[in-house]
């Protein structure tokens, strides 16, 4: 039964969304203005309808009411299938990063994988200046000119010609970006934002390929009709085919996950693949199961990368892909490779051989990674360019997506306590202009902020039921006066950490990324921005 403080917060989610603001007269142009303006009236109304669904959704769940798997109809009952095109066939490693750091753009697309998606989301700061950065590469990127100066070097270094599959990856569509029409005091949906601006800017007889973007945080079938008529909408703005964008999507919220099929139908002629976005995924499976103590998961680092509510939606994805001529493409390893650190750098790339080669025996097509170090061992655990035509003989339809985390990891006080100080280690990064920081050997970015966020509050709410192990093995309620007991504790062991002579600005940051990290737990904004 939800309190009245579950009520009131589940009322004010769809009003909990950040927006950046910036001055338009300086950094956007009036024909691009009157480019964007009957998009915005078309979509933006309906953008802002879907986010008012997502809170009313997430309510019933908090009530008791989850998601499930919906009646059978002609997108689960029919034959349909897409053609993968011949520029897509091999997307066995997509190499991901933010669109905003010129040098790890041109990298990545160096690297020899077979895609690369550049990020203006979860690894990249929602601030004007990171976005304005990140469009202006990309723009660079898809036409083959982006550039930066190799300090080591002493040479500036291009993107070398080669079939590399590029994905741009907007806003969630959950983002509002305001300050564009300030005479109307209206706010437009992020993601058309996003996509305009690179739609307007580009010649698609300049690309290698359709333009393709990796649509993020969906939570229901009905969504895709947004972006399948927004991708529809761009196109015809420049003349080209209806079916012209390509797109994959990540599978990243629960709700969407009973939904798969569904999505997969609305946007068949642009989808071309699914991507199990694990981290946000399970991010989305603690907010909706939040007030459930059976649903207080261990420390993150101890959960398996085979745990059941994982593996059951990995073969759920790669059955529904295959079924239709999709590719089923896998989830981040978080724990980076170190060019300095051998023992970490072993530990780091035989874990993600393990990890990928689970996904490949999943059947998956392909997965994601962050580091070049890392694309010729993901590359190769997986044995052919794709695996579409392949299926298992007994794959459950309709399987139980939320079987309960028992008997697995540890909930421990160094769990919280490592919680806590990365989630002010990550704010620290946002404030200084970083999306994704490399924190202890792992990439953190906003999806693993708000696992942790989600984490921290999951075990406060439910410290009569479930406790921590402290490192005597002693039971611990981690009530709020222990949390912030244990953000003063990381906060002074950060601030004693920092190099001699750090200023005082740098040592105001951390305080404040403390007081705003602890801030967004008690408030229990956890929704991903």
């Not at 041109?106 to 203006?120: I, Q, R």
């Not at 079938?221 to 964008?245: M, S």
Request: net charge negative.
């Amino acid at each position: 039964m939800q309190t009245q403080n579950q009520e009131s917060e589940a009322k004010r989610l769809e009003f909990d969304y950040k927006s950046t603001v910036f001055d338009p007269l300086a950094a956007v142009s009036s024909d691009f203005i009157e480019f964007l303006l009957p998009l915005h009236k078309e979509f933006t109304p309906w953008q802002q309808a879907l986010i008012a669904k997502r809170a009313r959704v997430l309510a019933e769940a908090h009530r008791g009411n989850l998601p499930n798997h919906l009646p059978a109809s002609e997108a689960t009952a029919g034959t349909w299938k897409i053609e993968l095109p011949a520029w897509c066939h091999d997307q066995r490693n997509q190499m991901t990063g933010p669109g905003d750091d010129a040098e790890l753009v041109v990298k990545m697309l160096n690297s020899g994988a077979p895609g690369v998606m550049l990020d203006l989301e979860d690894s990249m700061a929602n601030e004007w200046s990171n976005l304005e950065a990140g469009i202006h590469n990309i723009l660079e990127a898809l036409r083959g000119d982006l550039t930066y100066f190799d300090k080591k070097r002493q040479k500036t270094m291009g993107i070398d010609p080669s079939g590399t599959v590029i994905w741009l990856r907007p806003r969630g569509l959950h983002m509002s970006q305001a300050g564009v029409f300030p005479d109307q005091g209206e706010k437009i949906a992020a993601p058309l934002f996003d996509m305009a601006a690179i739609v307007y800017s580009i010649d698609p007889d300049e690309l290698q390929h359709p333009l393709s973007f990796y649509i993020p945080k969906t939570e229901s079938a009905e969504e895709g009709l947004w972006w399948r008529d927004v991708f529809r909408a761009l196109a015809r703005t420049k003349g080209l085919p209806e079916d012209y964008i390509k797109c994959m999507a990540l599978v990243e919220s629960h709700p969407l996950a009973y939904q798969i099929e569904e999505f997969a139908f609305n946007l068949r002629d642009h989808l071309l693949g699914l991507n199990l976005g694990r981290w946000d995924y399970m991010a989305s499976l603690i907010h909706f199961n939040l007030y459930d103590p059976k649903w207080v998961l261990p420390d993150r680092n101890t959960i398996p990368h085979n745990v059941a509510f994982f593996q059951r939606l990995r073969d759920l994805l790669v059955e529904i892909c295959h079924k239709h001529g999709l590719l089923a493409i896998g989830g981040m390893t978080a724990l980076y490779p170190s060019r300095t650190d051998p023992d970490l750098n072993e530990r780091a790339l035989t874990i993600l051989a393990e990890d990928k080669k689970n996904e490949a025996d999943c059947l998956m097509d392909g997965a994601w990674t962050g580091h070049p170090d890392q694309n010729e061992i993901a590359v190769g655990q997986f044995p052919d360019p794709n695996q579409q035509f392949t299926r298992k003989r007994s794959v459950e339809r309709y399987p139980d997506l939320r079987p309960a985390p028992a008997g697995i990891g540890r909930i421990t006080l160094d769990g919280a306590r490592a919680a806590v100080r990365t989630v002010i280690r990550y704010r620290n990064g946002v404030l200084n202009g970083l999306g994704a920081s490399l924190l202890d050997g792992y990439m953190e970015d906003l999806a693993t902020d708000r696992i942790y966020r989600l984490m921290i509050a999951q075990r406060s709410i439910h410290r009569d039921e479930v406790k921590l192990a402290d490192a005597g093995g002693n039971p611990v309620a981690l009530t709020p006066e222990l949390v912030s007991r244990l953000f003063d504790e990381q906060l002074d062991r950060l601030l004693k950490e920092l190099p001699p002579g750090s200023g005082q600005s740098e040592i105001e940051k951390y305080r404040q990324a403390r007081r705003i990290s602890e801030e967004m737990i008690v408030r229990h904004r956890f929704n991903p921005s």
